[in-house]
């Protein structure tokens, strides 16, 4: 399914001629048909002959509402520029062709209209030479030129002939499984409740899709769905489609919204664009100049900062960030328009290279307009990785939302990135930017030696410290751990690889004296704090850390070879018995109520047993 847009003079003809065309009458207001004259957006639609149903957006031809016009042309494939024989080239056509131009709209016709009030074949000759000149260095520098009158009907076959030809060769409307529907209409139906319409891209639409609206982020489901007043249950890409949805009151949207599935899009009201100043402004575009942004259905007021020029002289391209006054969704890759406020005048438009840069960008900055002129210009895998930047892995999704990709060819910009070593493929299928990647492990190598220098009797940083001090995920912080081989993770400890604990012939010493006393009495072992008299507290968790000594109780501990005696032990009474109490565990290691309860209470909490009333029987990690 296409559509196409028809633009021109408020007295060229163009709602007569789609009356001609479709047998719909466009105006809907009656203003417009007691002025005779489009004010706001009319839609209507007819079936090609080669089968294709094609959607026809009438936008107003008046200047004074170019802006309703703005609001319609956003979704169109092709154009229809129409000029009257009887007036030729008007102002407003010249807008009209620079903002087709701006908009990127390379496919349309020039239609030639009302040849009827014309009599001589030479003064229609002289006015098709005119346009010819005048459309010669924008999109439609070769727009086929055809004769009609919508009052006699001469020409019109001929114009469905060229309008069919033209839309065949455009590629197929592409299906990223990201539905849009920009709002250029919303109502409400008695007994169904609120309608939206407007020009699907992106992705289909469903009856029962769950769906958000942006920028407010209420959400709703589809009730409904008509493309050209015919009742459907899947929308296609291309197509004009109006939308019943349950949930969502018609007050609460707004021409301008966008219709998308839920966490699809976010809005932004900082933008980073590549613009294109028209020639036929009469003054520079300067930093800070407020200006009406136009892009989709949605408008704003904005404030200008221009990235890499004192001013932008008419006719010249440059980077500009934008402040919107509004929140807006908008993805990479929209067109958009700048017009002044007041007064009103089209002074340029381009190109959405970043929708949510997420910061003010410091101006003249080289870095930052070649990190712009990658996301713009670069191979599919420079967009990837630049779409992957942020220390934080992201999901194919994102990346698909980013770059505007089909999925075949994100699949290929993957791979084009992987091979060149720009992207790096976490083991949960998300993705970091190569430098991303270092970058992080060269923070966690650093954290760690900076753990090691201050704490060398420590055998490790504790995990959760490294996740806290790096501030990712815990999730982000295995993986990383699991895909590198200079850092060691042991349990909740993770210490750099080369890194091992070394005593003092001193500090050996002290710590011969400890595990003698230790082992003299071995179930009735000096407390935490006698220990750490004898050996110095450093030395004292540095044999924690090593397990030389296992820590039961903030006051309790014993030699690794005590403690294996003691679970050994109370695993034996309870495969003898079938349980085992305090009282039992005491009298069998000859040990006394405090360090028997404290042991107990600790292999409970590590699953070596478990506890039923006063008994405990065999835990889940209890050992064979």
């Given at each position: 399914?296409?559509v196409?847009?028809?633009?021109g003079?408020?007295d060229h003809?163009?709602?007569?001629?789609?009356?001609r065309?479709?047998?719909?009458?466009?105006?809907?207001?009656?203003e417009?048909k007691a002025?005779e004259?489009?004010i706001?957006?009319?839609?209507a639609?007819?079936?090609?002959?080669?089968?294709?149903t094609?959607g026809?957006?009438d936008?107003p031809?008046?200047?004074?509402?170019?802006?309703?016009?703005l609001?319609?042309?956003?979704?169109?494939?092709?154009?229809?520029?129409v000029?009257?024989?009887?007036?030729?080239?008007?102002p407003?056509?010249r807008?009209?062709?620079?903002?087709?131009?701006l908009?990127?709209?390379t496919?349309?016709?020039?239609?030639?209209?009302?040849?009827?009030?014309?009599d001589?074949a030479?003064?229609?000759?002289l006015?098709?030479t005119?346009?010819l000149d005048?459309v010669?260095?924008?999109v439609?520098?070769?727009?086929p030129?055809?004769?009609?009158?919508?009052?006699?009907?001469a020409?019109?076959?001929?114009?469905?002939?060229?309008?069919?030809h033209?839309?065949?060769?455009?590629?197929p409307?592409?299906d990223?499984?990201?539905?849009r529907l920009?709002?250029?209409?919303v109502?409400s139906?008695?007994?169904?409740?609120?309608?939206?319409?407007?020009t699907?891209?992106?992705?289909?639409?469903q009856?029962?899709?769950d769906?958000e609206?942006?920028?407010?982020?209420?959400?709703?489901r589809i009730?409904?769905?008509?493309?050209?007043?015919?009742?459907?249950?899947?929308a296609l890409p291309?197509?004009?489609?109006?939308?019943?949805?349950?949930g969502?009151e018609?007050?609460?949207?707004?021409?301008?919204?966008?219709?998308?599935?839920?966490?699809?899009?976010?809005p932004t009201?900082?933008i980073?664009?590549?613009?294109?100043?028209?020639e036929?402004?009469d003054?520079?575009l300067?930093?800070?100049?407020?200006?009406?942004f136009?892009?989709?259905a949605?408008e704003?007021?904005a404030?200008?900062?221009?990235?890499?020029?004192?001013?932008?002289a008419?006719g010249?391209?440059g980077?500009?960030?934008l402040?919107?006054?509004?929140?807006?969704?908008?993805?990479?890759s929209?067109?958009?328009?700048?017009?002044?406020?007041s007064?009103?005048?089209?002074?340029g438009?381009g190109?959405?290279?970043n929708?949510?840069?997420?910061?003010?960008?410091?101006?003249?900055?080289?870095?930052?307009?070649?990190?712009l002129?990658?996301?713009?210009?670069?191979?599919?895998?420079?967009?990837?990785?630049?779409?992957?930047?942020?220390?934080?892995p992201?999901?194919?999704?994102?990346?698909?939302?980013?770059?505007g990709y089909?999925?075949?060819?994100?699949d290929?910009?993957?791979?084009?990135?992987l091979?060149?070593?720009l992207?790096?493929?976490?083991p949960?299928?998300?993705?970091?930017?190569t430098a991303?990647?270092?970058n992080?492990?060269?923070?966690?190598?650093?954290?760690l030696q900076?753990f090691?220098?201050?704490?060398?009797?420590?055998a490790?940083m504790p995990?959760?410290?490294?996740?806290?001090?790096l501030?990712?995920?815990n999730?982000?912080?295995?993986?990383?751990?699991?895909?590198?081989?200079e850092?060691?993770a042991?349990?909740s400890?993770?210490?750099?690889?080369?890194?091992?604990?070394?005593?003092?012939?001193?500090?050996?010493q002290?710590?011969?004296?400890?595990?003698?006393?230790?082992?003299a009495?071995?179930f009735?072992?000096p407390s935490?704090?006698?220990?750490?008299?004898?050996?110095g507290?450093p030395?004292l968790?540095?044999?924690?850390?090593?397990?030389?000594i296992i820590?039961?109780?903030p006051?309790v501990?014993?030699?690794?070879?005590?403690?294996?005696?003691?679970v050994?032990?109370?695993l034996?009474?309870?495969?003898?018995?079938?349980k085992?109490?305090?009282k039992?565990?005491?009298?069998?290691?000859?040990?006394?109520r405090?360090?028997?309860?404290?042991?107990l209470e600790y292999l409970?909490?590590?699953?070596?047993?478990?506890?039923?009333g006063d008994?405990?029987?065999?835990?889940k990690?209890?050992?064979?």
């Amino acid at each position: 399914m296409r559509v196409v847009g028809t633009a021109g003079h408020v007295d060229h003809g163009k709602s007569s001629l789609v009356r001609r065309l479709t047998g719909i009458d466009p105006d809907r207001l009656a203003e417009e048909k007691a002025r005779e004259m489009t004010i706001d957006l009319g839609f209507a639609w007819l079936t090609l002959p080669d089968g294709e149903t094609l959607g026809i957006v009438d936008v107003p031809g008046h200047r004074d509402f170019i802006e309703n016009m703005l609001a319609g042309v956003g979704g169109i494939d092709a154009a229809l520029l129409v000029i009257a024989a009887d007036e030729g080239v008007m102002p407003q056509t010249r807008e009209h062709l620079a903002i087709l131009d701006l908009l990127g709209i390379t496919s349309g016709i020039i239609v030639l209209s009302k040849i009827d009030m014309i009599d001589d074949a030479d003064w229609l000759d002289l006015v098709e030479t005119e346009i010819l000149d005048f459309v010669s260095n924008s999109v439609l520098a070769n727009a086929p030129v055809v004769r009609v009158s919508a009052r006699t009907g001469a020409g019109i076959d001929t114009l469905i002939t060229t309008l069919t030809h033209q839309l065949q060769q455009l590629a197929p409307r592409t299906d990223y499984n990201q539905p849009r529907l920009p709002v250029d209409r919303v109502f409400s139906i008695s007994g169904f409740g609120t309608v939206v319409t407007g020009t699907l891209s992106g992705g289909t639409l469903q009856i029962g899709d769950d769906i958000e609206i942006q920028p407010s982020g209420l959400k709703g489901r589809i009730r409904g769905l008509q493309s050209y007043k015919q009742t459907v249950t899947v929308a296609l890409p291309g197509s004009r489609v109006a939308v019943n949805i349950v949930g969502i009151e018609r007050s609460a949207i707004t021409r301008g919204d966008v219709l998308a599935l839920p966490g699809q899009l976010h809005p932004t009201t900082l933008i980073d664009v590549y613009f294109r100043h028209l020639e036929a402004v009469d003054r520079p575009l300067l930093h800070n100049a407020q200006v009406k942004f136009f892009s989709g259905a949605s408008e704003s007021l904005a404030r200008v900062r221009l990235l890499n020029d004192e001013q932008l002289a008419p006719g010249i391209e440059g980077w500009l960030q934008l402040e919107l006054a509004n929140p807006i969704s908008l993805t990479r890759s929209d067109r958009f328009i700048l017009r002044y406020p007041s007064p009103a005048q089209t002074i340029g438009g381009g190109v959405i290279v970043n929708p949510q840069p997420g910061k003010r960008w410091r101006r003249f900055r080289p870095e930052v307009i070649t990190s712009l002129q990658t996301q713009m210009q670069g191979t599919p895998a420079e967009r990837i990785t630049q779409a992957a930047a942020g220390e934080m892995p992201v999901k194919t999704a994102h990346l698909q939302q980013a770059t505007g990709y089909t999925t075949v060819e994100l699949d290929l910009a993957l791979q084009e990135a992987l091979v060149q070593r720009l992207i790096v493929q976490l083991p949960d299928n998300t993705y970091l930017t190569t430098a991303d990647y270092q970058n992080l492990l060269s923070r966690m190598i650093k954290e760690l030696q900076i753990f090691h220098a201050s704490e060398p009797l420590r055998a490790g940083m504790p995990r959760e410290e490294l996740r806290s001090r790096l501030n990712i995920k815990n999730a982000l912080l295995t993986m990383l751990l699991e895909m590198q081989s200079e850092m060691v993770a042991e349990g909740s400890i993770t210490r750099l690889k080369t890194h091992e604990i070394r005593f003092t012939a001193a500090q050996q010493q002290k710590i011969h004296t400890l595990l003698a006393k230790m082992n003299a009495d071995p179930f009735t072992p000096p407390s935490y704090a006698d220990a750490a008299a004898i050996t110095g507290e450093p030395v004292l968790k540095a044999l924690i850390d090593l397990g030389r000594i296992i820590q039961i109780a903030p006051d309790v501990i014993f030699t690794d070879s005590a403690y294996e005696t003691l679970v050994m032990g109370v695993l034996a009474i309870i495969d003898e018995h079938g349980k085992v109490d305090a009282k039992g565990v005491r009298d069998q290691f000859n040990s006394s109520r405090k360090y028997v309860i404290a042991l107990l209470e600790y292999l409970d909490t590590v699953g070596i047993t478990q506890r039923q009333g006063d008994d405990r029987v065999r835990g889940k990690h209890a050992p064979a």
